[in-house]
């Protein structure tokens, strides 16, 4: 099988540039260290097994993670109409207690500053807009699919890549809005992206109950994320997802050019990564601009102080409740 090796950095980057990817999956998996080496007999074994199932293209593979609940497509398509009522998008999302919840949570958060709280859903709708809507739905429908207890690798991993999508989502509004493109489908992509991940956990969850070596190498690092990409396309084409969301995932990993949903994805998932290994004490806030380059570091960095505030945020209105 080919292996995709990391990118390596610019000839023009500096010599303190720093690789992401070579700090995020040794800490998503739980290894020490990446290591420049060829692959071990288990990393081939497992990448093998992922290889099967990406390549069988089986839209069974949707199974290996929680069904979305039934009101996410009806209401997503709803969300497409340019003449929907609050009314009508009211009626839907009242089918569905943990959306009603959600929608109630997020409207009354110290986000918004309301002086009185919002006691229902149409009120809240008329607060939160309909593309915020879009969001919400979509980041409330995808959590249970980062669920744990499914297996060794998916509870090590599940609520840490679930932190990764809460500030990807953030960081695929911003760049969705420098990008001109359609914010939220920016945001399904960030989603669906690892979505892809979980399943990938899953496969490998599936061979044994436990690894039997460290999986350190980065040739199994890019291999693994390769192969979490194609998955996740898989899973949407199954789920019946835009094909613009499909495109930008299945070319995410190339240079960017002149495809600007792709780009959004790429500099917004590098940017969350970033955010989120300083949160973890990987990297300090004096090397985030060491690992950046390119055109968009500039904006790469504004994103980064806009999830630091968010990060801020949320922590003032845990402390508040």
């Known amino acids: 099988m080919t292996v995709l090796a990391l990118d390596p950095p610019p000839a023009h980057a500096p010599e303190r540039a720093i690789n992401v990817d070579t700090l995020f999956f040794p800490w998503l998996l739980s290894t020490c260290e990446g290591e420049v080496r060829d692959l071990s007999e288990e990393e081939s074994r497992r990448l093998r097994a992922l290889k099967r199932v990406a390549d069988s293209d089986n839209p069974a593979t949707a199974d290996l993670v929680p ?3 039934a009101v996410l497509p009806m209401l997503l398509r709803s969300l497409r109409e340019r003449n929907v009522s609050n009314s009508q998008l009211a009626e839907q999302i009242t089918q569905d207690a943990v959306l009603v919840a959600a929608v109630l949570r997020q409207v009354n958060s110290s986000y918004f500053r309301r002086s009185q709280s919002v006691n229902n859903i149409e009120d809240a709708l008329t607060v939160i807009g309909q593309n915020g809507l879009r969001m919400l739905v979509a980041s409330v429908a995808f959590k249970p699919l980062f669920s744990t207890g499914l297996g060794y690798f998916t509870s090590l991993c599940a609520p840490r890549l679930w932190e990764l999508s809460s500030l990807q989502g953030i960081a695929c509004r911003h760049f969705a809005a420098r990008l001109r493109v359609d914010p939220f489908e920016a945001f399904l992509a960030g989603l669906l992206q690892n979505v892809g991940v979980i399943v990938a956990l899953r496969v490998l969850d599936q061979l044994d109950p436990a690894p039997q070596g460290e999986l350190r190498s980065l040739a199994f690092h890019a ?25 930008a995932i299945d070319a995410e990993a190339a240079p960017a050019g002149a495809e600007a949903l792709p780009q959004v994805l790429n500099l917004a998932g590098k940017t969350a990564r970033i955010r989120l290994l300083v949160k973890k004490g990987l990297l300090s806030d004096d090397e985030v601009e060491a690992c950046l380059d390119g055109d968009n570091v500039a904006a790469c960095l504004d994103c980064y102080r806009e999830l630091c505030d968010a990060d801020i945020q949320e922590t003032d209105s845990s402390t508040t409740q």
């Open 223 to 247: 291999s693994f994320a390769h192969y979490s990409r194609r998955l996740a396309c898989v899973v949407g084409r199954h789920w019946g997802f835009p094909e613009a969301v499909i495109d």
């Open 67 to 69: 069904r979305l609940p």
